[in-house]
Nanobody, 113 residues
Framework: EVQLVESGGGLVQPGESLRLSCAAS????????MTWVRQVPGKGLESVAT???????EYGDALKGRFTIYRDNDKSMVYLQMNNLTAEDTARYYC???????WGKGTMVTVSS
C-alpha cells in the first residue's frame, strides 16, 4: 500500500523557516518523481516543487530562491526547506507522487505574526 506521510508544519512568524518532511512507503521511491503542492484554504492547488528520480528539480516561479526540495532515496524521504516565509505561504502542504494521484494528508503551515 502506498503511503505518504507529511510532517513538519506549524505556526511560524514571517521571515522564519520550516522544513517539511514526507515519509514514503509502498512503492519504489527512488524511481518516482515527487512533488510538493500546497492549497490555501478555499483556493486551488499550487505546485511548489518537483524533484525527479534523476535529480532534476522544478520550482514554482514565485517560490524559486526561497524553497529547496531534496530527497533521500535511502530513507524514502522527500523534504521541503522553506525560508523567509510570508503570510502568503500559509497553506496546507501535500506530498505527491507526481502523475500518480497518490497524496498524503498534508501538513498545515501558518505564517502569522
Amino acid at each position: 500500500e502506498v503511503q505518504l506521510v507529511e510532517s513538519g508544519g506549524g505556526l511560524v512568524q514571517p521571515g522564519e523557516s520550516l522544513r517539511l518532511s514526507c515519509a514514503a512507503s509502498g512503492f519504489p521511491f527512488s524511481s518516482y518523481p515527487m512533488t510538493w503542492v500546497r492549497q490555501v484554504p478555499g483556493k486551488g492547488l499550487e505546485s511548489v516543487a518537483t524533484i525527479y528520480a534523476g535529480g532534476t528539480i522544478e520550482y514554482g516561479d514565485a517560490l524559486k530562491g526561497r524553497f529547496t526540495i531534496y530527497r533521500d532515496n535511502d530513507k524514502s524521504m522527500v523534504y521541503l526547506q522553506m525560508n523567509n516565509l510570508t503570510a502568503e505561504d500559509t497553506a496546507r502542504y501535500y506530498c505527491e507522487i507526481r502523475g500518480q494521484n497518490y497524496w498524503g494528508k498534508g501538513t498545515m503551515v501558518t505564517v502569522s505574526s
